[in-house]
C-alpha cells in the first residue's frame, strides 16, 4: 500500500507562484511514475503534468494550458514530487492531486495522462487564485 499525501496550496493572486509537494510511500518510489491532476468546481478531473520513474531516463509530461508554467521534478531521496507553478491564473483554481502508479511499466505520453494509469491516490489540496 503506498500513502499519497499533497501540501502546498492555497489562495493566491492571478501572476503569483505557488509549490505544491507530494510525498509517496514505498521503498521503490523511485520506480514510481507520478502524476498530478486537478479538478475544478463542476468540472471533470484533467492532468495536469507526469513525471516517470528514474530507473529510465526521466521524462516529463505536461497539460498544453500549464506548458511554460509549471515545473513537475521529483526528489527520489525524499520520496517527493513537485509541481512548482508559476503566473498562476484563475483557471488554475482547482483542488490539485497527486497520483502515483507503481506497476513499473513502459510509460509513454498518452499513458500517463489518463488518470486510470494511477493506482494510489492523495486527498487533494485546494489551490485558490483570484484575479
Known amino acids: 500500500q503506498v500513502q499519497v499525501v499533497e501540501s502546498g496550496g492555497g489562495l493566491v493572486q492571478a501572476g503569483d507562484s505557488l509549490r505544491l509537494s507530494c510525498a509517496a510511500s514505498?521503498?521503490?518510489?523511485?520506480?514510481?511514475?507520478m502524476g498530478w491532476f486537478r479538478q475544478a468546481p463542476g468540472k471533470e478531473r484533467e492532468f495536469v503534468a507526469a513525471?516517470?520513474?528514474?530507473?529510465?531516463?526521466?521524462?516529463?509530461y505536461y497539460a498544453e494550458s500549464v506548458k511554460g508554467r509549471f515545473t513537475i521534478s521529483r526528489d527520489n531521496a525524499k520520496n517527493t514530487v513537485d509541481l512548482q507553478m508559476n503566473r498562476l491564473t484563475p483557471e488554475d483554481t482547482a483542488v490539485y492531486y497527486c497520483?502515483?502508479?507503481?506497476?513499473?511499466?513502459?510509460?509513454?505520453?498518452?499513458?500517463?495522462?489518463?488518470?486510470?494509469?494511477?493506482?494510489?491516490w492523495g486527498q487533494g489540496t485546494q489551490v485558490t487564485v483570484t484575479s
Open positions: 497520483a502515483a502508479d507503481s506497476t513499473e511499466r513502459v510509460y509513454y505520453s498518452a499513458l500517463v495522462r489518463l488518470s486510470r494509469s494511477y493506482n494510489y
Open positions: 514505498g521503498r521503490t518510489f523511485s520506480r514510481y511514475a
Open positions: 513525471i516517470t520513474p528514474s530507473v529510465y531516463s526521466t521524462t516529463t
